[in-house]
């Protein structure tokens, strides 16, 4: 089974990010399922900049296929590092925080 996004997936990021010119990347809340549709639960994210960035080593909490992010942010802190495999993402949080907020759209939209 891949990943599903809801129909506003986008629509509600790209809001907080236009209303936020300082956030750099806007992650979400996801509900888990298995492949015979069994539901693991609903994975609340953190909801404000502070919650979020403290989280970013928590992959429950910043869930990889529910950002997006401004690509001109990612670009300014040198992108995924190949240095840093496998720890490619958290790489990526720790440098967009470092310069930028990350936040979350406290609903689940993957």
Request: aromatic letters at 10%.
């Amino acid at each position: 089974m891949d990943d599903i996004y809801y129909l506003d997936r986008l629509n509600c990021q790209v809001n907080l990010l236009q209303k936020n010119p300082a956030i750099a990347a806007a992650f979400s809340d996801y509900i888990c399922r298995s492949e015979n549709d069994y539901n693991f639960g609903h994975n609340p994210s953190e909801i404000t900049a502070a919650a979020t960035q403290l989280s970013r080593v928590d992959t429950f909490r910043t869930p990889h296929p529910s950002v997006i992010f401004r690509k001109s942010a990612v670009l300014s802190v040198g992108g995924y590092q190949v240095d840093v495999i496998p720890a490619e993402d958290l790489g990526l949080w720790v440098g967009l925080s470092s310069k930028f907020e990350l936040h979350t759209v406290a609903v689940p939209l993957l």
